[in-house]
């Protein structure tokens, strides 16, 4: 199964509705929750979009905050670690004010799939070679080293969550289904 097919698949997942035998809902949001086929979760894609795209901007000012620590973490062969880390701070904030936007928000998500994808080789870098321990106190040493591994998996659900603001609105019309729609009626 390609990511892709997988997407689409956690997509399709969070879009239905599948209210389970046994749980505690009040009648008046499980009728809410029935007439809408698109499922709560859906619901609140454009929420969650302009929440995704505020931790993006904070995250990106964070690196203009302290560069030196952001720039241990960018892996040794790289080039100019501070200069990268500016970078990718200016992406951020960039692509995040871009998600707080109908216009720009599909390709600022997908910015932020490509940035994902891009700062990937720093979180392996910080959970291979122990540098998520020089960020923590000694005593949290092992704490931070599990963390950094614990990102790994993370990190392609944050991935996941950037795709599926790339996708159109369910009942939203995309610029290519109009001009597919215009050329079928001329």
Same mark, same amino acid.
């Given at each position: 199964?390609?990511?892709?097919?997988?997407?689409?698949?956690?997509?399709?997942?969070?879009?239905?509705?599948?209210?389970?035998?046994?749980?505690?809902?009040?009648? #008046?949001?499980?009728? +809410?929750?029935?007439?809408? /086929? @698109?499922? $709560?979760?859906?619901?609140?894609? %454009?929420?969650?979009?302009?929440?995704?795209?505020?931790?993006? @901007?904070?995250?990106?000012?964070? %690196?203009?905050?302290? /560069?030196?620590?952001?720039?241990?973490?960018? /892996?040794?062969?790289?080039?100019? $670690?501070? @200069?990268?880390?500016?970078?990718?701070?200016?992406?951020?904030?960039?692509?995040?004010?871009?998600?707080?936007?109908?216009?720009?928000?599909?390709?600022?998500? =997908?910015?932020?799939? +490509?940035?994902? &994808?891009?700062?990937?080789?720093?979180?392996?870098?910080?959970?291979?070679?122990?540098?998520? @321990?020089?960020? +923590? $106190?000694?005593? !949290?040493?092992? &704490?931070?080293?599990?963390?950094?591994?614990?990102?790994? /998996?993370?990190?392609?659900? !944050? &991935?996941? =969550?950037? =795709? =599926?603001?790339?996708?159109?609105?369910?009942?939203?019309?995309?610029? #290519?289904?109009?001009?597919?729609?215009?050329?079928?009626?001329?």
């Amino acid at each position: 199964m390609t990511l892709a097919q997988i997407g689409t698949r956690c997509v399709s997942l969070v879009s239905t509705d599948s209210q389970r035998d046994g749980d505690d809902v009040d009648a #008046d949001s499980a009728d +809410a929750d029935s007439a809408d /086929p @698109a499922g $709560p979760l859906a619901r609140r894609k %454009h929420s969650l979009g302009r929440v995704m795209g505020a931790v993006y @901007a904070i995250a990106g000012l964070t %690196h203009f905050l302290a /560069p030196a620590s952001f720039a241990r973490a960018v /892996p040794s062969g790289f080039p100019r $670690p501070r @200069a990268l880390v500016y970078l990718s701070g200016v992406a951020e904030v960039v692509l995040g004010v871009g998600m707080q936007f109908d216009r720009t928000r599909r390709a600022s998500s =997908w910015g932020i799939v +490509a940035l994902l &994808v891009a700062v990937f080789p720093a979180n392996v870098y910080m959970a291979t070679d122990d540098v998520a @321990a020089e960020f +923590a $106190p000694d005593h !949290l040493a092992s &704490v931070a080293q599990a963390a950094a591994w614990a990102r790994l /998996p993370f990190q392609a659900l !944050l &991935v996941l =969550w950037a =795709w =599926w603001h790339t996708l159109p609105e369910s009942g939203t019309q995309t610029e #290519d289904d109009a001009d597919a729609g215009a050329e079928t009626t001329s």
